[in-house]
Nanobody, 116 residues
């Protein structure tokens, strides 16, 4: 199993930056890790992915502004999401997930609010 704890989030003005951190523990190796977001009334959106080989992929809507990092910290793994040049449309609940084989594990969400 993989346990995920999400830290960060908050409120910022447009053009500002925020950092999210997802702390993964348990069976952390060889997983695909993802950041998702969901705004009220909208479908869940895959924001960023880092594969087991370290390859990264981003949604077009965040390319050039968001960066996902994978940092090993002892027995745990931190997945960082650095968000720059934030826009009001980035406002959403953000979730961290780990895909291990056929199963996807989820952390709790954290709210990001961008005001204009």
């Amino acid at each position: 199993q993989v346990q995920l704890l999400v830290y960060g989030g908050g409120s910022v003005q447009a053009g500002g930056s925020l950092r999210l951190r997802c702390e993964a523990s348990g069976m952390i190796l060889n997983n695909v890790y993802r950041w998702y977001r969901q705004a009220p009334g909208k479908e869940r959106e895959l924001v960023a992915t880092i594969g087991s080989d370290g390859a990264k992929d981003y949604a077009d809507s965040v390319k050039g502004r968001f960066t996902m990092l994978r940092v090993y910290a002892g027995d745990n793994l931190d997945l960082h999401l650095r968000m720059n040049d934030l826009k009001p449309e980035d406002t959403a609940m953000y979730f961290c997930a780990a895909l291990r084989g056929p199963k996807e594990y989820w952390g709790q969400g954290t709210q990001v609010t961008v005001t204009s």
